[in-house]
């Protein structure tokens, strides 16, 4: 199973994009956490993405396109992928669609992960990243100071450069000009599944789950 999480920034798609992977087997593709990855390792493609990630800006599609490509013909993407950011213009979206064609494979369902700006604004203010595997909490929604998860030795959280109010601000734009026109795209192509992002974190991967029409393993359930 292949699927695309859309929503706005801090709509939640990399928290429950994790949740969701790990309960079903799935890899996470995540173009923000590439593109980060890039940049701490100060790579080439972290030289060129720099400036529009600190601005908020989206990085140009060509750069995009063939960072997200490389990625889906590495072999844990065999058993399907939940691509968190990505696409993200309507050039990304039917790149996308080639390249799951060349890969003998397709896109199933677009999930969109619907969030009113004035929650974004709390939410991203308050995010913690784990520099080692890229798990996100929240000062107040989930709250820890050091990475609970064993391979990361307690490290410290830090918080996205790119969480600045002014830079959400522009964002949040930056989303509703280029990106949210494929809310319609997919809902058009009949893949859409729309799922409200407001609530706990619990209750809303009980709903993608049930939005999807997939039953958790038993062996994976938390309750
Ligand atoms: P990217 O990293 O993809 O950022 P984004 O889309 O802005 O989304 P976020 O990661 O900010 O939010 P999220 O939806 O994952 O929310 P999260 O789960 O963290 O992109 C960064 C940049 O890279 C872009 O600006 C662009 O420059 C570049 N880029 C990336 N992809 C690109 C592309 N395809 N094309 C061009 N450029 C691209 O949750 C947010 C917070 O809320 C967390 O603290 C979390 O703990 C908390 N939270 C989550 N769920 C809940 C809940 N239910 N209740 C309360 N709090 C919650
Ligand atoms: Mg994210
Ligand atoms: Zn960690």
Same mark, same amino acid.
């Given at each position: 199973m292949n699927i695309v999480f859309l929503g706005p920034?801090?709509?939640?798609?990399?928290?429950?994009?994790?949740? /969701?992977? #790990?309960?079903?087997? /799935? &890899?996470?593709?995540?173009?923000g956490d590439l593109f980060r990855y890039n940049?701490?390792?100060? !790579?080439?493609?972290?030289?060129?993405?720099?400036?529009?990630? #600190?601005?908020?800006? /989206?990085?140009?599609? +060509?750069?995009?396109?063939?960072?997200?490509?490389?990625?889906?013909?590495?072999?844990?993407? &065999?058993?399907?992928?939940?691509?968190?950011?990505?696409?993200?213009?309507?050039?990304?979206? #039917? &790149?996308?669609?080639?390249?799951?064609?060349?890969l003998g494979t397709s896109l199933d369902k677009v999930v969109y992960l619907n969030v009113p700006d004035e929650e974004i604004v709390l939410r991203l203010s308050g995010r913690l990243i784990c520099r080692k595997c890229q798990a996100t909490f929240h000062k107040v929604y989930n709250p820890f100071?050091?990475?609970?998860?064993? #391979?990361?030795?307690? @490290?410290?959280?830090?918080?996205? @450069?790119? +969480?600045?109010?002014? !830079?959400?601000? &522009?964002?949040?734009?930056?989303?509703? @000009?280029?990106?949210?026109?494929?809310?319609?795209?997919?809902?058009q192509k009949g893949m859409l599944v729309e799922v409200s992002g407001v609530g706990s974190i619990a209750d809303i991967t009980a709903a993608l789950l049930e939005a999807l029409g997939v039953e958790t393993p038993p062996e994976k359930r938390s309750d």
């Open positions: 920034p801090g709509s939640g798609k990399g928290t429950q994009a994790d949740i /969701l992977c #790990e309960q079903l087997g /799935l &890899a996470h593709v995540a173009s940049l701490n390792n100060d !790579t080439e493609l972290g030289k060129k993405a720099r400036a529009y990630m #600190e601005r908020g800006d /989206l990085v140009p599609d +060509d750069i995009t396109i063939a960072m997200v490509k490389d990625r889906l013909q590495q072999p844990d993407t &065999a058993q399907g992928v939940i691509l968190d950011g990505f696409p993200r213009t309507p050039p990304q979206a #039917e &790149a996308l669609e080639a390249i799951f064609a060349e100071t050091t990475c609970p998860h064993g #391979e990361c030795n307690g @490290e410290y959280l830090y918080q996205r @450069e790119d +969480d600045k109010p002014e !830079t959400v601000r &522009a964002r949040l734009k930056v989303y509703h @000009e280029q990106t949210s026109p494929l809310v319609d795209y997919y809902r």
